[in-house]
């Protein structure tokens, strides 16, 4: 038996069932929320302080039950000036409540962010170099290599959105009234004041979000999914369907691998983690092959890297690297593994 007597209004919100009696999703969870609210009047606030906050993370959009016996309501009570043959009345009323229903479940599902928005303000990172910027709000963003952050036109006004294309650590500043929502090509995150740290990077095979601190919802722009909610420590990881050339670097094939996956994110033994390394200057490899790290030293030195030999690419590490350049990288890992590298410029050839 869970004890939630000393549960805050965001203990609440992580609740899946209580997620889905706040979207009137399922009869059980509604029922036994119902039953739980009544037998627990002394926490009446904080459930209705949690319901608010699941309804403006969802966009302010109503349960379907509601919607569904809204409209049963008014098609009801609506005035009869015409006399109509009841059985065609009830298959015209059949067929509008299928298209009512359609059209509310994807209504339902859809994002704001299907809107287009209008952007003011764009930020950039070129390879090799990062960035920490203050917006409007309070909240800070520390942008990644080989980045960009677009910040919408009317941010700080009814809600607070950008849009992240590359890696970025958001530190949100609190406020109920104006979720902020970051925008990828894979998900969208809507927040009220946390920490997490986003990668989605275009020529990466999977785009990532992990929560520090705090609580996010996220729903992925395809659909698939539904709404996730992550709590502190949980890290949701999206597989991308990319071309075949690209595909094949996944381990698991497309046909088998999952879309999503939600696992911890990694903690390493002197309490840094993996994830959010790189805000401290720091690489940190952690069972990683060379094609996996390929990608991050490139952005992070500004180098092009060459396997001479597939082989190489398989070739797995764990190090941490502060202060070093490409160089007394590539050096290093060679203690590890038996390879042999080139470096002409800002291209640098490995080989067997």
Request: proline fraction near 3%; charged fraction near 25%; charge should be neutral.
């Amino acid at each position: 038996m869970i004890d939630r007597s000393h549960f805050n209004s965001e203990d609440f919100l992580v609740d899946s069932t209580f997620q889905q009696y706040c979207a009137g999703t399922d009869k059980l969870c509604v029922g036994y929320w119902e039953k739980y609210i009544k037998a627990h009047p002394e926490q009446a606030e904080v459930i209705t302080e949690a319901k608010k906050l699941f309804f403006i993370l969802s966009g302010n959009k109503q349960p379907i039950n509601n919607q569904f016996d809204s409209f049963k309501e008014n098609f009801n009570t609506a005035p009869k000036t015409l006399k109509i043959n009841p059985s065609w009345l009830k298959i015209a009323a059949a067929i509008l409540l299928i298209g009512l229903i359609g059209f509310i479940y994807q209504n339902y599902n859809n994002k704001i962010s299907d809107e287009p928005i209008a952007v003011a303000q764009v930020f950039k990172t070129s390879t090799g170099e990062r960035k920490k910027i203050t917006l409007s709000d309070g909240t800070t963003v520390l942008l990644n290599a080989k980045s960009s952050l677009s910040v919408s036109k009317d941010f700080n006004t009814k809600l607070r959105e950008v849009i992240l294309t590359g890696e970025a650590y958001f530190d949100v500043v609190h406020n109920k009234e104006k979720p902020f929502q970051v925008h990828t090509a894979e998900f969208n995150i809507n927040v009220l004041g946390t920490s997490f740290n986003v990668k989605a990077y275009p020529d990466e095979v999977t785009s990532e979000a992990t929560l520090i601190n705090g609580l996010i919802t996220m729903e992925a722009v395809n659909g698939n999914g539904g709404t996730i909610t992550l709590k502190p420590s949980q890290k949701v990881t999206f597989y991308k369907n990319l071309p075949q050339t690209q595909a094949k670097k996944v381990l698991k094939p497309a046909s088998t691998r999952p879309e999503i996956t939600i696992n911890h994110y990694t903690l390493i033994k002197d309490s840094t983690i993996v994830e959010t390394a790189w805000t401290k200057n720091r690489i940190e490899i952690y069972d990683q092959d060379f094609d996996e790290i390929k990608g991050v030293l490139e952005k992070w030195f500004n180098v092009e890297i060459k396997f001479a030999d597939p082989e190489i690419e398989k070739y797995r590490f764990t190090a941490t690297f502060i202060n070093e350049n490409i160089d007394q990288v590539m050096s290093t890992l060679q203690k590890v593994e038996n390879f042999k590298y080139e470096i002409k410029g800002n291209q640098v050839i490995i080989s067997k």
